[in-house]
């Protein structure tokens, strides 16, 4: 389960204070999966960041009784003077898990060859992204987290490894999708949720989020 109580958080912009959440309270628990929908520049990144405690709120309190996955496609959890090697065993080891067993899977989906062994700074977007996904789903998370801004692997047939991986692991685990697009958390979630200027309303209904969403969208 992951609970928010009271979570604010606003930046200073130079100009003005931008208000990402203001005292938001909201549970999801396993099993039922959110969609949230926001208009791009309202703080998308910045919700499902602090969902898994890559930034923390101003005020409030978040609570995680589960294993909650980084955000798909976030890099930056990865040294880049250390092998993706190195990084894989170091995060499985923080993460409980088997380091030989994360190694294996990481060396077979991310498929770097011999780049596996060599310093993260020195590979492409495309093989930081595919070595990102590929420890996230080696990691076997109870709620993944997936953020549309993050960057995306082009590589075709990683693509198909992959998802196939996490489809099946979707089918047993919950997710929290944020997107400015119905269509993207329609592929997810049945409930789900419209930020906009700092409040969250969630809706038993995806139907009716979208029916919210298109509104605020017109006036």
């Known amino acids: 389960m992951l609970e928010f109580h009271d979570v604010s958080k606003s930046f200073w912009t130079g100009t003005r204070r931008k208000v990402i959440l203001h005292r938001a309270s909201f549970r999801v628990r396993l099993g039922r999966s959110l969609g949230i929908l926001a208009p791009n520049g309202t703080g998308k990144t910045t919700l499902i960041n602090m969902m898994c ?8 309190e978040i609570l995680r009784r589960c294993r909650v996955s980084f955000p798909l496609g976030f890099m930056g959890g990865l040294v880049a003077k250390h092998s993706g090697n190195e990084n894989v065993r170091y995060i499985a080891r923080l993460y409980g898990l088997d380091p030989d ?3 294996a ?3 077979w989906l991310a498929g770097l060859e ?3 062994d060599m310093p993260v700074g020195t590979y492409s977007q495309g ?5 990102s996904f590929a420890l996230m789903l ?3 998370f109870d709620i993944f987290l997936i953020d549309e801004g993050m960057p995306a692997t082009t590589d ?4 198909r490894r992959a998802g196939s991986i996490l489809r099946d692991r979707l089918r047993s685990a919950t997710v929290i999708v944020v997107s400015h697009k119905p269509d993207v958390i ?3 979630c049945s409930s789900a949720g419209v930020l906009r200027n700092g409040r969250l309303n969630l809706f038993d209904s995806l139907e009716e989020a979208k029916r919210m969403y298109d509104y605020e969208a017109r006036h």
Not at 53 to 60: A, R, S
Not at 127 to 131: C, I, Q, V, Y
Not at 156 to 159: G, I, P, R
């Open 101 to 103: 067993y994360a190694e």
């Open 138 to 140: 080696a990691l076997d």
């Open 105 to 107: 899977f990481c060396r």
């Open 53 to 60: 405690g890559l930034e923390k709120p101003d005020e409030g």
């Open 186 to 188: 329609e592929k997810f």
């Open 156 to 159: 075709v047939e990683f693509n």
């Open 114 to 116: 011999e780049y596996f």
């Open 127 to 131: 093989m930081r992204a595919r070595l």
